[in-house]
């Protein structure tokens, strides 16, 4: 095999073709697939196409290619046609049979995929985000943050930071104790990325009191109680006061209804207080 080549014929990177090629080769026996194989990433025109084909009919060459657009790859397998070529078509006998079976045409788009890990990257690093900076454990996190949730305790801060990961954005949640003083950052960082969540003091009691429960701790702790929920609710509109918020009721929102809104406040940059 040693004038044999391997010409990856791509409209993006070429990857997704190569690894197909090292994948088959590495069941001959060659350890070093990389001195076989030529790469032509970004085919865009039909004078890219006339440089593969030309180099193919030089030397024993198989052409392998990944390439979405209907018209270029027509160009392609019509040269190659020809010359009586070598070839593998990686990805258009998969579109077709995907374009009967799916009753819709393909985006013919060179290097979804690729955008399609790009995507991939930034909900995990997303997701990081949240879980490193739940409850505020670092301040440092504010500035960093898309989205800055503000709330007392059992107002679902934490799963809806999580949800919002799942949509890509970086999410910080702040606690309001009476007791501990937020960190001076919070009044620092633009309040239109902040939201407060705001519960009413009945349904908080129900979920402060159940929560007790499954802890095996008494009901009647002071955690739930009617004064303590009051307090607690009083130095929330203190503090959303003054940075100046939008504030949105979650005392009968789903997770999902309130991420939702949350994103709408977010990026149509209005706030508004829901009833």
Request: glycine letters at 2%.
């Amino acid at each position: 095999m040693t004038n044999v080549k391997i010409i990856i014929a791509s409209d993006s990177v070429g990857e997704t073709a190569e690894l197909v090629a090292k994948a088959c080769m590495s069941q001959f026996n060659y350890s070093d697939c990389s001195n076989h194989i030529l790469r032509y990433p970004y085919i865009e025109t039909k004078e890219n196409i006339d440089e593969v084909i030309a180099v193919a009919r030089e030397v024993d060459s198989i052409i392998i290619y990944t390439l979405v657009r209907p018209d270029i790859r027509a160009y392609i397998q019509e040269n190659i046609d020809n010359y009586g070529l070598k070839s593998v078509d990686v990805m258009g006998p998969m579109l077709n049979v995907m374009e009967d079976t799916f009753h819709k045409k393909p985006l013919n788009e060179p290097g979804v995929v690729h955008k399609l890990d790009e995507d991939y990257f930034k909900k995990i690093e997303a997701m990081e985000f949240a879980v490193k900076y739940d409850d505020c454990k670092d301040p440092k996190g504010l500035p960093k943050a898309d989205i800055v949730l503000i709330g007392i305790s059992r107002t679902s801060k934490t799963p809806i930071s999580q949800y919002l990961a799942h949509k890509r954005y970086k999410v910080m949640n702040v606690p309001i104790v009476p007791e501990v003083t937020p960190p001076e950052a919070l009044f620092e960082v633009d309040p239109k990325k902040c939201v407060a969540l705001k519960i009413n003091s009945d349904k908080l009691n129900a979920i402060r009191k159940e929560r007790l429960k499954q802890l095996g701790l008494s009901d009647s702790a002071r955690y739930a109680t009617d004064q303590r929920i009051a307090e607690e609710l009083t130095y929330f509109n203190q503090i959303v006061e003054r940075i100046g918020c939008p504030v949105l009721d979650v005392s009968n929102k789903a997770i999902e209804e309130t991420a939702n809104n949350i994103i709408q406040i977010i990026e149509h940059n209005h706030s508004f207080t829901s009833e």
